[in-house]
């Protein structure tokens, strides 16, 4: 059986127990959880986190059933303005400290973007790029080895962590138990390798397959000779050859659909089901 989880706030409620309900509804063991976007109304911003919100918000998931696998906390840690990015590494550290009061231990982020809005630029592919995401991630681990907590990182084409072999370069030079990986398949689809995605599943298990902690589920189509988003089950990702590489090496890891939202939820989760029990 899956262990089968969903972003938060791909789902439609805003309220606590109607979105811890609505996730267990659905079938869901797990979220991922933004504060900022599944509660707006709590206007959270740094400095809003405490032991008394994160037990609240706790209880109403475990009451579900619901185990949150992932605060998501994603940043811009290279943000080319000095002091905005030390804000930014602020509000995940104080993520860091609260999250087992969320009874969560991975904190999650991508790795950013050297403009200041995030849109495709090749800086981001530099070796100044790269070091850059090297601090800012060194300083983040070293907070989350004070409390026990685990950074997930998550790669990207269009990040500096754009390709597996720099995911694993990341992992050596950080050398922390603290840092894992969240790994969504899709972030590493190009036009070039879409055609091979065998190879790039193994390629990433070879590489940090033991430090994957979170697998992010979402799907993609080419279009107008583009990468184009699209619903889970919707597009050209093979999910057997996913699961086929990981489903024996990871027994019981989270699987969380992302960029999937109604009407589509239900249909999409009962393709990964089908799918995953299709595998021995």
Not at 167 to 183: A, E, F, G, P, T
Not at 219 to 234: A, L, R, S, W
Not at 257 to 271: R, V
């Amino acid at each position: 059986m899956i262990n089968l989880g969903i972003r938060a706030h791909d789902l439609t409620s805003h309220s606590l127990g109607e979105l811890a309900n609505e996730a267990a509804n659905k079938g869901f063991s797990a979220v991922q959880l933004a504060l900022a976007k599944s509660f707006p109304s709590l206007n959270i911003r740094n400095g809003s986190l405490s032991t008394g919100l994160a037990s609240h918000i706790s209880r109403a998931f475990n009451q579900a059933g619901i185990q949150i696998a992932v605060l998501g906390c994603y940043i811009n840690m290279i943000h080319p303005n000095p002091e905005i990015r030390q804000q930014e590494l602020t509000r995940f550290k104080e993520h860091v400290r609260y999250a087992r009061d969320f009874n969560c231990s991975i904190v999650g982020t991508e790795t950013g973007n050297i403009l200041e809005v995030m849109e495709y630029t090749e800086e981001n592919f530099t070796e100044e790029a790269f070091q850059s995401v090297v601090v800012s991630v060194k300083e983040l681990v070293a907070e989350a080895e004070k409390f026990g907590v685990i950074v997930g990182i998550e790669g990207g084409i269009n990040h500096p962590i754009h390709t597996p072999f720099q995911m694993k370069r990341l992992l050596d030079i950080v050398d922390s138990n603290n840092m894992q990986v969240i790994y969504d398949p899709v972030n590493f689809i190009t036009l070039d390798n879409y055609h091979d995605q065998e190879k790039l599943f193994l390629e990433s298990a070879e590489l940090f397959g033991d430090r994957i902690a979170i697998v992010h589920l979402k799907d993609f189509m080419i279009e107008d000779n583009k990468i184009m988003t699209v619903p889970v089950g919707k597009g050209q990702l093979d999910y057997k050859k996913l699961f086929t590489c990981f489903k024996k090496r990871k027994p019981f890891m989270y699987y969380l659909m992302e960029s999937t939202t109604e009407p589509h939820i239900k249909e999409s989760a009962d393709f990964i089901r089908n799918v995953y029990n299709s595998i021995n």
